[in-house]
């Protein structure tokens, strides 16, 4: 059995589902992600996890003890939030103590777990430090630091990098994860960024409108989405349009899918190439002409008007070396496995060779 469990949980404010039957299981150790647009649930779900809401219906499980009747407090969960929450007239170390406070920790031992906690994200020699004269990155790692000195059963994070710049919000979840990884707890992680969930997550539960669209690990969720709301907001998507010329190139590489409503494929499995060159069974070339060339250091979209539609083509560094320029005449080589259907539903269509 999973370690924690979430089983058919429902959430209804007034006037409002939250959450609609929403399962989850989460293992020892693993880092779970929770990944979805704003007002998806996210936050909703953790709290009740947490023990701050309760659900309307369903249950949730930890080490296999049905946590309906423990209270907050006594569910041995760390949790971390968006805004850093730290007390700005407490010292970093007594930030960090707070949390043992009413578990009646012996002095001595508050020392001692303290500074662990601290060390572990690399705050120990500002102990004595008032939170005010530190950096966000500086104030979420107290956060995190008090959250992991109460050694929790379960790790509970709600968007924790959101208030941080760029760069520091990509070299902190590197080492949220690093850390995650030597302290072994079951987490559970909050983001709307697909990047950030891709880059730290063992697995990625992506969320709409209060109910789960598909779990699975980065690779999976990034590369064989079940549903055209994940392939939409993982990643980039071209939708092909339809009509006669769709038909015409799906034709030509022998894929018939009769419930098809919607036909897409990633930037990154286009090329450009010469005329006549690559097409064959398993691609199809399609003409076009540039309409758009975006330059981004490592690599370049090139937005390619076709008779299926305007296509962005991603250039790697190697295809950089010769520009377009807009009204260039290009091929768009288009190969047959990369293609994605969906039906009607927008649930993924499974194409046969
Ligand atoms: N107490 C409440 N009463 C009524 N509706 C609520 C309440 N709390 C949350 N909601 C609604 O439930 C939905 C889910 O909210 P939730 O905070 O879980 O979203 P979220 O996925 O965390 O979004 P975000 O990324 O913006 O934090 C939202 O539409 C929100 O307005
Ligand atoms: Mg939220």
Redesign the pocket.
Known sequence: MAYLTVVDGVKQ??G?R?LNGVSISVEQGEFFTLL??????????LRAIAGFNDLTSGTITLAGKDLRSVPPHQRDIGMVFQDYAVFPHLSVFDNVAFGLKPRKVPQAEIKTRVAEALDAVHLGALAERLPAAMSGGQQQRIGLARAMVINPRLLLMD?PLSNLDAKLRIELREEIRDIQKRVDIATIY?T?DQEEALAISDRICVMSAGQIEQIGTPQEIYGDPQTLFVANFVGTLNTLDTGPNLERMLGQLSLRAPNADTWTIRPESLRLVGEGEGAGPDHAALEGTVAKFTYLGREAHVLVKTDVGELVVQLGAAELKTLRSPGDRVFVLVPRDALMAFDADTKRIKLED
């Open positions: 404010f007034v409002f939250a979805g647009p704003s007002g998806c649930g996210k936050t909703t779900l968007e909050v709307h």
